[in-house]
């Protein structure tokens, strides 16, 4: 599984790319010295909504409290909401068959992140919510081994909510090797691989544009 660095301690922290198989646990961590209390929202495919026996989540200072997640959250892709009145840590796993999916906070991204397919990583689903009040679009360009453009389409993700992208729907994906997917910002997503029973989750990040590289002199 591949685990990416968080976002620092938030009053309010979104997990993108919750799906519906397996055991589903929220882990959240309070850094602080007075406990915190958090409720949990679901952001899914029809619009943001309060699970019933998340309302309250107590986090005592300086602990983790782990929760597993009820069948009120759903079984469609979402996104989950931990808002607190302290700033708080969270991520969640979904575990299936001996395997393990985290997910974590990363944040939105403004640019384009890098999704590979193809070969023996197959072909993965995007999950893309925008947590905001107002609706996003965001691009996906299918990239041969070059990173040539080889085609390209525009998905709507409404307000409030979680959108599944099949890929090789929305693309043709022959001779593509990777899929760059922009975004202007308030958008939160991941990119999800299944095989058989096993599964992992990509968190959708900005993809670096500037890289150090060192400065070779010749010898006096």
């Known amino acids: 599984e591949l685990v990416s660095p968080m976002a620092s301690p938030s009053r309010r922290v979104v997990l993108a790319g919750l799906v519906g198989r397996g055991t589903r646990t929220l882990s959240v961590l309070n850094p602080g010295e007075t406990t915190a209390r958090a409720r949990v929202e679901v952001l899914g495919p029809d619009g943001t909504f309060a699970p019933e026996g998340l309302d309250e989540v107590r986090v005592r200072p300086g602990s983790v409290t782990r929760v597993s997640l009820p069948g009120s959250v759903g079984d469609g892709p979402a996104a989950l909401r931990v808002v607190s009145d302290e700033p708080v840590v ?8 001996g395997d393990l999916s985290v997910l974590e906070d ?4 403004t640019g384009g992140a890098l999704v590979p397919v193809g070969g023996a990583v197959g072909e993965p689903d995007l ?10 679009t965001v691009v996906v360009e299918g990239r041969g081994p070059d990173l040539a453009r080889r085609d390209r389409a525009e998905v709507s993700v409404p307000a409030g909510s979680t959108v599944r992208v099949d890929l090789g729907r929305v693309l043709d994906l022959d001779g593509v090797s990777s899929v760059l997917v922009r975004s202007d910002g308030g958008v939160v997503g991941t990119a999800q691989y299944t095989a058989g029973g096993r599964q992992a989750s990509l968190a959708l990040q900005a993809a670096p544009v500037d890289v150090l590289t060192p400065r070779v002199r010749p010898a006096p």
């Not at 969270?90 to 068959?97: G, K, M, Q, T, Y």
């Open 90 to 97: 969270a991520s969640a796993s979904v575990a299936s068959d």
């Open 106 to 109: 990363v944040g939105d991204w």
């Open 127 to 136: 999950l893309l919510t925008a947590p905001g009040d107002a609706g996003r």
